[in-house]
């Protein structure tokens, strides 16, 4: 990592130097409740001040954010590369591009994005002027989890700066070198008063909350998403919930296998299988199990080489607590049919396919965050569609096939965040779809246009005169029959053209 050190934004803003942040090489201490209290009150100030209300500042902080993962990809990369042993082209790709495209879709639609939306009107406001003022939430929190430390950090950023809120951001203390790079970066690109970095802990994450922001973006794990959502329901703050889940991945009769197992097998091994989006099991038809699992360890094969531990493309567990609780699941459930091999000291499991699994199998009863991939059989379609709707609602649902029918089963007779066809991950990548989760697996939606609107208060306004008050009068009182007519009447035509009812 570099050690040079840069001016914080704030003071380049200011034309000052008094501002004291951590340099580059430094140790980064943990952040307490007590201190984040009087970051919130420094963020808070500043919002009220309507710093953040201006386009032109959006923007800048937006290109700055693309500026500094322009010019620390490498610092990125390195730490990436210290916590998950994650590859150069994992990093870039699925963590910094992500990122840098989410804020050039910010930049280039903002304008459009801020501008107010006209409703329809009808009788009643014929004259009026009725439209939807986006307006920022205030100061927000963003909690990213270490699956993807980068990412589930900055991607929610991007859409907070383009509302014009102010935020605290918290990486995820399983990740210390990526969440200290952002501790020590962020300060020098973006405004010092308006974006603060934290570094606290799971544990920490109850008692920040009730500090009382404006929003909560959480993504993580369901317990950790829960006790986060308990403690702003204490003070009314709202939530939005990325939370894992077990992904279901359905492979018909009819598909291409060799493809199949290629994207599958990219998708759940990838980032050593932390993933919370990754099919975390396969249902795949009892005719084309044995040809999938073969076709998987080919795959296996192709991608890490004879001995995946000495790929540079394969990744390690991110620390003993998910090694050892991956490792006993994998143990206590099914039969290995590929790799199985684990290493304590590297915090090492080889990509590992898993066949004869129940349901009732400890794999079956957890969420997997790990290199695991359990393949189910069942008989049909309609098994595997009352096999998902028997459990909790996932992040996303995935089903291999070349029967369009069957894609369109799954896809309606199914409920979860996100659904993808024939591919994986996807769907949660693109700027253009909103990517959430549904019932056990979340609440509310982000990427381009949606993580503008999850940290916007949509205000309805209706602009209006004090003219034509011998229209209006009809509502007031005394009241008369005559007038209850006349309003009626008026109404009966709303609903003939409009379809909606109306009050003068």
């Known amino acids: 990592m570099?050690?040079?050190?840069?001016?914080?934004?704030?003071?380049?803003?200011?034309?000052?130097?008094?501002?004291?942040?951590?340099?580059?090489?430094?140790?980064?201490?943990?952040?307490?409740?007590?201190q984040c209290?009087?970051?919130?009150?420094?963020?808070?100030?500043?919002?009220q001040a309507g710093h953040t209300l201006k386009e032109s500042f959006r923007v800048a902080q937006l290109e700055?954010?693309?500026?500094?993962?322009?010019?620390?990809?490498?610092?990125?990369?390195?730490?990436?590369g210290k916590d998950l042993h994650k590859p150069r082209f994992e990093a870039v790709v699925s963590e910094l591009i992500l990122v840098k495209n989410e804020a050039l879709y910010a930049i280039n639609n903002l304008k459009k994005w801020m501008q107010p939306q006209h409703v329809e009107r009808n009788l009643s406001t014929t004259l009026d002027e009725c439209l939807m003022v986006s307006e920022p939430l205030g100061v927000v929190f963003i909690v990213g989890t270490w699956c993807s430390p980068v990412e589930t950090c900055l991607v929610p950023l991007v859409g907070a700066i383009a509302a014009g809120n102010?935020?605290?951001?918290?990486?995820?203390?399983?990740?210390?070198?990526?969440?200290?790079?952002?501790?020590?970066?962020?300060p020098f690109y973006l405004d010092n008063e308006c974006f603060h970095v934290i570094l606290a802990g799971t544990r920490d994450f109850p008692e920040v909350v009730e500090l009382k922001f404006d929003h909560v973006f959480f993504t993580g794990n369901r317990s950790e998403g829960?006790?986060?959502?308990?403690?702003?329901?204490?003070?009314?703050?709202p939530v939005t919930l990325i939370l894992g889940g077990k992904n279901p991945c359905y492979v018909d009769q009819d598909c291409d296998i060799a493809t199949t197992a290629q994207r599958i097998a990219w998708a759940r091994f990838h980032n050593a299988g932390q993933s919370l989006v990754a099919p975390f099991y396969i249902l795949c038809h009892t005719t084309v199990t044995a040809r999938l699992v073969q076709a998987l360890k080919c795959c296996l094969t192709q991608f890490y080489g004879s001995d995946p531990r000495e790929s540079s493309s394969y990744g390690r567990m991110v620390n003993l607590d998910i090694f050892n609780?991956?490792?006993n699941m994998l143990w206590r459930s099914g039969k290995v049919a590929v790799g199985g091999q684990v290493i304590e000291a590297e915090k090492y499991i080889a990509p590992t396919v898993l066949t004869e699994v129940t349901e009732s199998d400890p794999i079956m009863q957890q969420d997997i965050f790990g290199p695991v991939l359990p393949v189910l059989t069942v008989n049909n379609v309609d098994e595997a569609i009352a096999f998902i709707n028997k459990q909790e609602k996932p992040l996303c649902v995935y089903a291999y096939s070349s029967n369009s029918k069957v894609i369109t089963r799954l896809m309606s007779e199914t409920s979860s965040g996100s659904f993808c066809s024939n591919d994986s991950i996807l769907q949660s990548l693109m700027v253009a779809l909103p990517f959430g989760g549904v019932g056990a697996s979340g609440m509310g939606s982000y990427h381009g246009r949606y993580s503008f609107d999850t940290f916007s208060h949509r205000k309805s306004c209706l602009l209006r005169s004090t003219r034509f008050?011998?229209?209006?009068?009809?509502?007031?009182?005394?009241y008369e029959d005559r007038n209850l007519s006349l309003m009626t009447w008026a109404s009966t035509l709303?609903?003939?053209?409009?379809?909606?009812?109306?009050i003068l």
């Open 469 to 478: 008050e011998c229209v209006t009068y009809l509502r007031y009182p005394p």
């Open 64 to 80: 700055a954010v693309v500026q500094m993962l322009e010019e620390h990809e490498s610092d990125f990369v390195d730490a990436l």
């Open 2 to 34: 570099s050690g040079k050190t840069r001016v914080c934004y704030s003071c380049q803003r200011n034309g000052r130097l008094t501002c004291r942040r951590t340099r580059l090489g430094e140790p980064c201490l943990k952040t307490y409740p007590l």
């Open 325 to 327: 609780r991956t490792k």
């Open 37 to 47: 209290e009087g970051l919130l009150r420094r963020a808070r100030v500043t919002f």
């Open 166 to 186: 102010c935020a605290i951001i918290s990486p995820s203390e399983c990740t210390a070198h990526t969440a200290e790079l952002l501790h020590r970066l962020i």
């Open 494 to 502: 709303s609903q003939k053209s409009q379809g909606w009812c109306h």
């Open 226 to 237: 829960t006790r986060i959502a308990q403690a702003a329901a204490r003070t009314l703050t």
